[in-house]
Each structure stands twice: as structure tokens, then as C-alpha cells.
């Protein structure tokens, strides 16, 4: 049978086009996004670009490997460049050796400074104290995802980079940081807050007069079930954001305009499973509404197999030829029972051919992931990245990854 | 019943926790099986309306209603209990809570489309999930005809291992933004079911670093949170190589014995020359690394002293007679 193959993502094309300035990777979580992020942002650096990573929530030693030690919004410069002359003679046009940043986002603080920001001392203070804002700053399900666009939209205006990769949050669904935005100042502008804050309005608006004979019935409820203290606090805090309601509303279209400037690319990652795979093909679908520049999926953790030719089939039959058979072709005696070469060398190709058998399956089922994936989005490119033998936690490790972002043909592999 | 011991007899609520990907869903799955061995009725409950349960057991998607779905763990002495399953969304419980204590129906649903609850999870997420926990609570204490408890056991299948904490300590995130009135009272009597000897909180890890970092945060922020308790950690997707430790060990250091491994091939009469040999060489090498890496994070698990079980990869993917092969297994290591 014949399938389809995707076209080939040049990731390397990607970023060493001097247009490129901001790339996303998304994608449900678990499936390698940060490094994914880390190794894009290695490589480029490495091809002659001055770039940042943002990432969100790193390994530890991953992030330490970056010189990442804590959560400071501070970019920090990642030792340790190789820069070599193949690099830049690829025709990428770099000029000079690039530079590596990285830096770990901080989601209360950067709340609080866009607070500060936009509201004068008191009415800060006053707001930071809230136990509502404390709670939306520190636990609300997109403000990471939001903190994280605002913090992009914050490194695009420094302009002190010329490549900015972002990794999303680690969120339930790969479409999280691009609603949260809109979500939040949706909620901040929402109807029901409008109606909370109304009392404490003298003489309250024109509409909200006409709503007050159904607001006395909501206030009840409200009440009943969370207390007149509560709604309170609700409502001290809503008048008190209400300044800062434009500034938000202003902030979030700019980062939705951010990403659909030409100069974003959007990198969705996945594992070849069913489940990533299925958020990866909502996203896609999602962007493309958005009208949003999609430049193709990575595929992480793929088993490639050294010895792909021998089926799963036959590697199984033979691993049980191996255990059924003793060395004259007799039942063959508990593991360790014999101490012959022979034994030996029955065990050690049995549990070989085993482990073979197994990831071909894997592999097999992986396949079959990715092909449902792209019969549904043939147009969209893919770059396969090697499952790795251990978590990767140095640049050596990072730039094993970046060597599937070459130009390819990629090996038939499996 | 038949008295079997296993690690936790006499818990009711299994609230199953994991790192996205380490297969949490199905984990949780293969645990309420294991749990309605011997005629046990099970609850499998869960809570973020993604449809998990319905995908696990290759059914279509279930609504806020309590149904039958897979019948037990059977054994030679006696028959599976019934597995029933509940997808529980925030505004059907809360609904269905103002009905219960208030006799407000109606004004559930206006709330709803008012936004109340996108406002309950955007400004206070703790309204939300007590809630849910609540419905959890609700069914665990929830008794049938003759005061026979309707569920033996009740299975949540929660939010991953980075939001566990605050999700059950729902008394405290409550009393953060209510000191007093009705939430608070219901929130506090959630949490006496949470916090008693009757819950636990089982840990689904894989073992790679970022998974079981996680899941030791995971059990350190339960404890120094205080009456909640950590259960067992459920290692998922374990593919242990069957070869002595002297020779795994010499595989990842690259000196794997490659004429021995030649000689077995040929007698299983794959003589397919040195290529092949290399070949597979390099793929056990491979394997024997991770195993290697995955050796130092079990131990990282070890040193939390909780009783941990192991559960094989299956291959070509988990259907339902794989999640019976995995129940199986839980059974077998005395989880269930």
C-alpha cells in the first residue's frame, strides 16, 4: 500500500530567513515542546541569529544546562555556542557568530507590572491586596498562557533580538494561549461583571437600569451561594480593574495582531499519537482560521529503527523459536539454568529480537498516527525528530535534536 | 466478600493524578476495573470534560449521568462488579447543587448562561472544583437501599499532577476568598471527605525526569499540605529488557557482545549477516541507555517510600483488552 508523505519542513530555512522573527511552538502537553523550543532557538543562534527562547515550565536540568536557575523574566545569555564555519557558509546569510538568550517566565510578576503599569500607586496597591486578583494572577487556567503573549509582545518591542521562540504553556488543550487572551479581557468586560459592578456605580449606566429588575434575582442567588462578603470583594475588585479595562483589551489585540504579522511562524509540535495528534490537527484548523502563518508540524520522539528491514512478524516467530528450543532442539531449561554459550547467546538474541518486535509495533502504530494526521492536512509540512535514548538535558543533546531541522531528504527510516 | 488484602482496604475515593501523557486516563481506567473484581460496584468519574473515559473505553461520549460502561475484573471464584462511568462538568454539578440544597433549578441554568461559571473559573477556580470534588464527595457518601453504600469505590480521574494540590485543598482555596457562608460550609464538608483516611491520591508517572519530578512535588506539596494522603505511584509504560544487569550494563556502555548476539540469531535461523547483527546491537544499546536513565528515576521514586507498581508497555496501543491486561497487573501488585 502506498501513503502519502508529507511534504518536508525545513525548520532550517525557517530560521535562517532574516524575515522570521517570531516563532511559536504549540502543542498538547508532554509531547517535548520545550525542547523542541530550546533546540530551534540553539540552532538558529548557532546559524548566526541573536535570539530569545521564552519558555514556561523547562526540566530542570534542561533549564539548567541553559544557566536557567530560577523563574526572573530575565533573559539570560546561554554559554557554551559552537559556531562553526559550515554554518555560516550554507548561504544563510550570517554574518557574524549569533547569540543565545533564554528566559523563564514568571506569570504573577508579570501580571503585577502590566497592574502597575496601567493603574496609579493606590489604586495598584489596592488591587495587588485583592484575594480575586491574587487568585486570577496566580491559578485562573489562561493566565500563563496570557502572561506568556504579553511577555512575547514585551521582547518584540525591546527589539533587542532578532528571533524570538516562544514555548507555550504546558496547557490541557494546544488552543489555550490563543483564547486566554481574548478570554480574559472577554471576562473582564463580561456581562455578569458589568451587572456585579453596577451597585457600585451611583446611578449606573443606561442599560445597566434596565437590567436592574433582573439583577436583583442574580444578586440573590449569588448570594445564597456565596455569601454577601464574597460579592463584596468581587465587586470592590471589578470597579477597581475597571480603569484598566482598555489597557487590557488594547494589550491583547496588539499580541493577536503580533501573531498574525508576516515574521511569525507557528510550530505545532506532537508525539506520533493519536491524542497529540488530534490537538495538533485542531490547531491547525484553528490557525488557519485565524489566518495565522502555520509552517508545519514537528513530529517528536519517532522510533527510527536500525534494523527496520526485519518485520515484527519475524523478529517475534524467531525470538520463540529461540525460548521453545533447548541446544538439541529439546525444551529449553528455566533462564540461567544453563550456563553454555550457546544459552547465552539464545537468550541475548531473544530478548533483542523481543525489544525489536516491540518498537517495530510502536513504530508501526506511530505510522499510523502520523498518516491519519496527514491525510487530513496533506498540505502540511512535517520534520521528524528521533525518539533519543534519554531525556536531553545539554546543548550536545539539544543539537542532536536540530539535526532533524535540516533540509532533508529525510532517510525512509521505518 | 472474600477479604483480600490488598495495599487499600478500607478507601473509598482513589483520586488518580499524572503529568499529561503518562497516561493518567487509562490508568484510572484499569484501576476502577481492578477495584469491581468480586462483584464490587466502581464509579469512574471524571472532571475536565475532555472525554477520556469515552475514548479509553471505545465508547461514545458519556453525559453527566451515571452509566454503565465495562463490567469488572472477573476471576475464577466470582464475576466482575459494574463499572459505571460520570463525566462531571462545573455547571451540571452546580446546577444540580442548587437543586439539591436550595430547590433552585432554574436559576442554575440562568447562572450558566449568564457566565457564572466562566466567571467562578476565571476568577476563583477553588468554586470550581469544590464542585466537582463535591460531586466526587457526594457519591462516595452516597447510600443505597439497607444503608449499603451504592459504590464501593470511587475512582476521579483528576487534573494532572502540577494543579493536584490545589484542586483537593479546596477548603482552604475557598476560605482564601469566602470566610463564611454557605460555599464555605459545603466546601468544608468536601474537604472531610478528602482529607479522611478514605481518599487517597495515586501518582501515574512514566520515568522520565520531567514526569517523575512532578510527581515528587506532587507528593510533597500533599504533605505539607496537610490530610491529604498520598497513595500509591503507578509507573506506566515500562518495558524492562530481559537480559542479566551485567550485560544490559555493558550494552549502554556500547560493548555489547555482538558475536554472541550473532550466534543466537543463526540458531533461530535468522543468518542475515553482520548488518543486521549491528543493527540490532545498536537497538538493544539504545534500549539499555534508557533503561539505564530510567534505573536513577525509579530510584528518585523509591526514596518517597509509597508503594509503587509497575505497568507494561502494551504494544500497538491500549484497547480494552489491554486495559484488562493492566487491571490485571494492579491486582496482581495488591492495588486493588
Redesign the interface.
Known amino acids: 500500500m502506498t501513503t502519502r508523505r508529507p511534504p518536508h519542513l525545513d525548520v532550517d530555512r525557517l530560521i535562517d530567513d532574516r524575515r522570521t522573527r517570531i516563532i511559536v511552538c504549540c502543542g498538547a502537553g508532554g509531547v517535548g515542546k520545550t525542547t523542541a523550543a530550546a533546540a530551534i532557538g540553539l540552532r538558529a543562534a548557532e546559524r548566526g541569529r541573536h535570539v530569545v527562547v521564552l519558555t514556561v515550565d523547562p526540566a530542570r536540568r534542561l533549564a539548567q544546562s541553559m544557566g536557567l536557575t530560577k523563574l526572573d523574566n530575565t533573559p539570560r545569555i546561554v554559554p557554551g555556542l559552537r559556531f562553526d564555519a559550515r554554518n555560516a557558509t550554507e548561504g544563510n546569510g550570517a554574518d557574524s557568530a549569533g547569540s543565545l538568550h533564554a528566559m523563564m517566565l514568571d506569570m504573577k510578576r508579570t501580571f503585577d507590572e502590566i497592574v502597575e503599569q496601567h493603574a496609579d500607586p493606590d489604586r495598584a496597591a489596592q488591587i495587588l491586596a485583592n484575594p480575586f486578583y491574587q487568585s486570577l494572577s496566580s491559578s485562573f487556567a489562561g493566565t500563563q498562557e496570557y502572561m506568556a503573549m504579553e511577555k512575547l509582545g514585551q521582547l518584540r518591542r525591546a527589539d533587542e533580538w532578532d528571533l524570538i521562540v516562544v514555548d507555550t504553556p504546558p496547557s490541557r488543550s494546544a488552543l489555550d494561549f490563543l483564547d486566554a487572551p481574548q478570554r480574559l479581557s472577554r471576562f473582564l468586560d463580561g456581562r455578569l461583571l458589568r451587572l456585579l459592578t453596577a451597585p457600585a456605580k451611583v446611578g449606573g449606566r443606561a442599560y445597566l437600569r434596565v437590567l436592574n429588575a433582573g439583577f436583583g434575582v442574580v444578586t440573590g442567588v449569588l448570594t445564597k451561594i456565596l455569601g454577601t462578603q464574597v460579592l463584596r470583594d468581587v465587586q470592590t475588585f471589578v470597579s477597581a480593574l475597571d480603569t484598566m479595562f482598555g489597557g487590557f483589551r488594547e494589550r491583547a489585540e496588539y499580541t493577536y495582531q503580533l501573531l498574525r504579522a508576516p515574521g511569525t511562524a507557528f510550530l505545532v509540535v506532537a508525539a506520533p499519537e493519536d491524542d497529540a495528534l488530534r490537538e495538533a490537527s485542531y490547531f491547525v484548523e484553528r490557525l488557519d482560521t485565524e489566518r495565522m502563518p502555520l509552517a508545519g508540524l514537528i513530529l517528536n520522539r519517532v522510533e527510527r529503527l536500525p534494523a527496520a528491514k526485519l518485520s515484527a512478524a519475524r523478529s517475534l516467530a524467531a525470538a520463540e523459536v529461540l525460548q521453545s528450543a533447548g541446544p538439541d532442539g529439546g525444551p529449553a531449561g528455566r533462564a540461567g539454568a544453563e550456563d553454555t554459550p550457546e544459552s547465552a547467546a539464545r537468550v541475548l538474541a531473544a530478548a533483542a529480537l523481543r525489544l525489536h518486535a516491540d518498537r517495530m509495533e510502536l513504530a508501526a502504530v506511530q505510522r499510523r498516527a502520523a498518516e491519519h494526521f496527514t491525510a487530513a492536512h496533506p498540505l502540511v509540512p512535517v520534520a521528524e525528530i528521533p525518539a533519543q535514548p534519554e531525556d536531553v538535558h545539554d546543548l550536545d543533546g539539544l543539537r542532536i535534536i536540530g539535526q532533524a531541522f535540516g533540509p532533508g531528504p529525510q532517510s525512509a527510516g521505518n | 466478600m472474600a477479604a483480600r488484602d490488598t495495599d487499600w482496604a478500607g478507601v473509598r475515593l482513589h483520586v488518580v493524578t499524572g503529568?499529561?501523557?503518562?497516561g493518567k486516563t487509562t490508568v484510572a481506567g484499569a484501576l476502577a476495573l481492578a477495584l469491581a473484581a468480586d462483584g464490587r460496584n466502581v464509579l469512574l468519574m471524571e472532571v475536565?470534560g475532555?472525554q477520556g473515559i469515552a475514548?479509553v473505553f471505545d465508547v461514545p461520549p458519556l453525559p453527566y449521568a451515571e452509566r454503565r460502561i465495562a463490567v469488572g475484573l472477573g476471576s475464577q471464584a466470582r464475576e466482575g462488579g459494574d463499572v459505571f462511568a460520570l463525566v462531571a462538568d462545573p455547571e451540571s454539578a452546580l446546577t444540580e447543587y442548587?437543586e439539591m440544597f436550595?430547590n433552585?433549578r432554574h436559576?442554575g441554568s440562568?447562572?450558566a448562561r449568564?457566565?457564572?461559571m466562566?466567571?467562578a473559573?476565571?476568577?476563583?477556580?477553588?468554586?470550581r472544583d469544590v464542585l466537582l470534588t463535591g460531586k466526587a464527595a457526594e457519591a462516595v457518601r452516597r447510600k443505597g437501599t439497607g444503608g449499603r453504600p451504592v459504590y464501593d469505590a470511587v475512582v476521579m480521574d483528576a487534573p494532572?499532577t502540577?494543579r493536584i494540590g490545589?484542586f483537593l485543598n479546596v477548603s482552604s482555596e475557598v476560605s482564601?476568598?469566602?470566610?463564611?457562608?454557605?460555599?464555605?460550609g459545603h466546601a468544608d464538608s468536601v474537604q472531610r471527605v478528602i482529607s479522611s483516611p478514605q481518599t487517597v491520591v495515586h501518582f501515574v508517572t512514566v520515568l522520565?525526569?520531567?514526569?517523575v519530578?512532578e510527581t515528587l512535588d506532587g507528593i510533597a506539596e500533599l504533605q505539607s499540605l496537610g490530610g491529604l494522603r498520598a497513595g500509591g505511584i503507578i509507573v506506566n509504560m515500562t518495558?524492562p529488557?530481559?537480559?542479566?544487569p551485567d550485560?544490559v550494563q555493558a550494552a549502554a556502555a556500547g560493548d555489547?557482545?555482538q558475536a554472541?548476539?550473532a550466534?543466537?540469531?543463526k540458531?533461530?535461523?535468522?543468518d542475515?549477516g553482520p548488518d543486521?547483527v549491528?543493527?540490532?546491537?545498536?537497538?538493544?544499546?539504545?534500549?539499555a541507555?534508557?533503561a539505564a536513565?530510567q534505573n536513577l528515576q525509579q530510584g528518585r521514586l523509591d526514596d518517597a517510600r509509597l508503594p509503587s507498581y509497575q505497568l507494561p508497555?502494551i504494544?500497538?496501543?491500549i484497547d480494552l483488552a489491554g486495559l484488562y491486561r493492566l487491571a490485571a497487573a494492579l491486582r496482581e501488585q495488591g492495588a486493588a
Open positions: 503529568k499529561g501523557g503518562t475536565e475532555r475514548q442548587l436550595y433552585l436559576a440562568a447562572l449568564l457566565g457564572v466562566d466567571f473559573t476565571t476568577i476563583a477556580p477553588g468554586l494532572p502540577g490545589r482564601d476568598l469566602a470566610k463564611v457562608g454557605p460555599i464555605r522520565e525526569e520531567m514526569p519530578q518495558r529488557l530481559a537480559l542479566p550485560q555489547l557482545d554472541l548476539l550466534l543466537g540469531l540458531s533461530a535461523g535468522l542475515h543486521l549491528a543493527a540490532l546491537a545498536a537497538e538493544v544499546r539504545d534500549q541507555r534508557t536513565a508497555w504494544s500497538g496501543g
